[in-house]
């Protein structure tokens, strides 16, 4: 059974940072793309990163470039996304999830974890 679970969030002053993490189980963790995506109150869930399969490439969104960097151990089937500069923003609820594809789509993944709660306010 496909399994990711997030852990890291929770309350930083605006400039701090924060270290999330995506852990999987159930399958074949270097075989899929991990994406990081976030939903705040009254918006869509967008996208924020993701990592390829072996690690060797990523994408972010224009809003956390330069801000945010996305990892992966595959040998600890973890995820990490590490998050500096943080603004108010910012603040909302993440999600990893997984796809076979390279895309920063939420369309195009299919299982999801339950999300953690990523507060930026002083």
């Known amino acids: 059974q496909l399994q990711l679970v997030e852990s890291g969030g929770g309350l930083v002053q605006p400039g701090g940072s924060l270290r999330l993490s995506c852990g999987v189980s159930?399958?074949?963790?270097?075989?899929?793309?991990i994406g990081w995506f976030r939903q705040a109150p009254g918006k869509e869930r967008e996208g924020v990163s993701c990592?390829?399969?072996?690690?060797?490439?990523?994408k972010y969104a224009d809003s956390v470039k330069g801000r945010f960097t996305i990892s992966r151990d595959n040998a600890k089937n973890t995820v990490y996304l590490q998050m500096n500069s943080l603004k108010p923003e910012d603040t909302a609820v993440y999600y990893c999830?997984?796809?076979?594809?390279?895309?920063?789509?939420?369309?195009?993944?299919?299982?999801w974890g339950q999300g953690t709660q990523v507060t930026v306010s002083s």
């Open positions: 999830a997984a796809t076979v594809l390279f895309s920063l789509s939420l369309h195009d993944y299919t299982t």
């Open positions: 159930g399958f074949t963790f270097d075989y899929y793309t």
């Open positions: 990592v390829s399969s072996g690690g060797g490439r990523t």
